[in-house]
């Protein structure tokens, strides 16, 4: 590859892609723009977990989701009913899932909530489905079930917020990258809002890979221009994609 590469995924995110770059020759320069928190569980949230058996269905529209709710349910001593259905937003949700021991019954071709909706409109009948989510997560999915007739109960069980970045990770952006990996809309606006214009103009020079359309449309509205999207969201596709973004 020789090509300098920019993870902006949290550090428990991205090792197998920097992993993967570096076996091709890459050089890695790893910088998370942002970091996850778990929210602490109001009474109501407790509830819904106590009231697994009444949902039908279980959606997840990211990796992080499955993580935190999964860790907010053990907390609480709540196993998942063998009744409930498991939907996911992506590859790398699913992965994240079925590393759990979970299996997906539904996943659409495009990694998008808005495609994850058109899914289940099309392919089951409405239902109650509860929906762990991020703080600042996109209405795209609850929206386009709530219209189709389906009960969706958002779960609110992580928040995300930019990660400080130091005098050293600036000046190393500045020093330029050839291509930069942005694996959330929330990825690409914290790393451009820290950074002072000479790293901005270095991440313009660069070439900017999203993993998934959300995150395409997130560049664009800061004034970047994204790359082709990878086949998928695994590691492979998003090296494949980088393959193909490199010059001699």
């Known amino acids: 590859m020789g090509q300098r ?28 723009a942002i970091e996850t928190a778990p929210c602490p569980l109001s009474d109501g949230n407790r ?19 499955v993580r935190y709710f999964l860790a907010a349910a053990e907390g609480e001593g709540v196993k998942l009913p063998a009744h409930l259905r498991v939907a996911a937003v992506g590859t790398g949700t699913a992965k994240a899932l079925e590393a759990k021991g ?15 909706a058109e899914y289940l409109v099309s392919s ?16 795209e999915l609850t929206e386009q079930l709530a219209a189709a007739g389906w009960d969706v109960v958002p779960l609110v069980c992580y928040r995300t917020r930019p990660a400080p970045l130091r005098p050293d990770q600036i000046f190393a952006i500045e020093q330029g990258v050839h291509a930069s990996v942005f694996a959330s809309p929330s990825a690409v606006r914290a790393l451009w809002e820290n950074l002072p214009e000479t790293g901005r103009e270095a991440i313009r020079r660069s070439r900017c890979l999203p993993i998934g359309p959300t995150t395409a449309e997130a560049l664009l509205e800061t004034g970047l221009k994204p790359a082709a999207l990878p086949q998928d969201h695994s590691v492979e596709g998003i090296v494949a994609a980088l393959e193909k973004l490199a010059v001699p």
């Open 102 to 116: 979970l299996t997906v019954h539904a996943r659409p071709e495009r990694a998008t909530g808005a495609a994850l």
């Open 124 to 139: 089951h009948r409405p239902a109650r489905l509860l929906l762990p989510r991020g703080e600042s997560a996109r209405e």
């Open 47 to 65: 509830s819904l977990l106590q009231e697994l058996g009444t949902f039908a269905w279980l959606a997840f529209a990211s990796a992080n989701a």
């Open 5 to 32: 590469i920019l993870i902006t995924r949290p550090r428990d995110q991205g090792e197998g892609l920097r992993r993967a770059i570096l076996a091709l020759g890459g050089d890695v320069l790893w910088i998370p």
